[in-house]
């Protein structure tokens, strides 16, 4: 019997003694198997940077693409904005992920807020963007045309309510 209690005693200490050496051996992000270096899960640094991007963190996408090793997947998604369009290497945070710089110079928070009401349905909201908007830019088109729902004619409560 106290062979027994010995060999389970030994047994449990060497298996205290290995249990930090157990829990460290779980991967990190740079070690995942799956992951292939310069893709996201390589790298935790860069993936830290990529969820950023992704939320829209534009000068997150920025350093990304400064940061990440050239023609990787990491590099791809920071110089796409976080795959918001094509490539503007390190002008993200300065276009503010706009497709084109034509598209930033116009931007309104107030106007980008009644777009997003009209292109959810609300038609009071597309044409108070009609309205409020510069003649040409594409707030009007998009409220003339309730959200790209029809001819761009304005009066959406009146032709869709």
Do not use: H
Not at 22 to 49: F, H, K, M, N, V
Not at 61 to 71: I, K, N, R
Not at 89 to 105: F, I, K, M, N, W
Request: proline share 6%; charged share 25%.
């Amino acid at each position: 019997m106290i062979g027994s209690v010995v060999l389970a005693g030994g047994v449990g200490l060497s298996g205290y003694l290995l249990w930090p050496q157990l829990i460290s051996d779980s991967s990190t992000p740079e070690e995942t198997a799956d992951a292939s270096p310069g893709q996201y899960g390589s790298d935790s640094r860069l993936d830290a940077l990529w969820d950023r991007c992704e939320v829209g963190d534009f000068p997150a996408c920025d350093e990304l693409y400064a940061t990440s090793p050239e023609g990787s997947e990491y590099e791809r998604f920071g110089e796409t904005c976080g795959a918001r369009g094509e490539e503007k290497p390190g002008l993200c945070e300065t276009l503010g992920g706009a497709q084109t710089p034509s598209d930033s110079v116009d931007s309104d928070p107030e106007l980008d807020l009644l777009q997003a009401e009209c292109e959810g349905g609300d038609f009071q909201a597309c044409d108070d963007l009609f309205l409020a908007s510069d003649p040409g830019s594409r707030y009007e088109d998009f409220g003339a045309t309730c959200g790209d729902r029809g001819p761009a004619d304005g009066n959406c409560v009146i032709r869709f309510e």
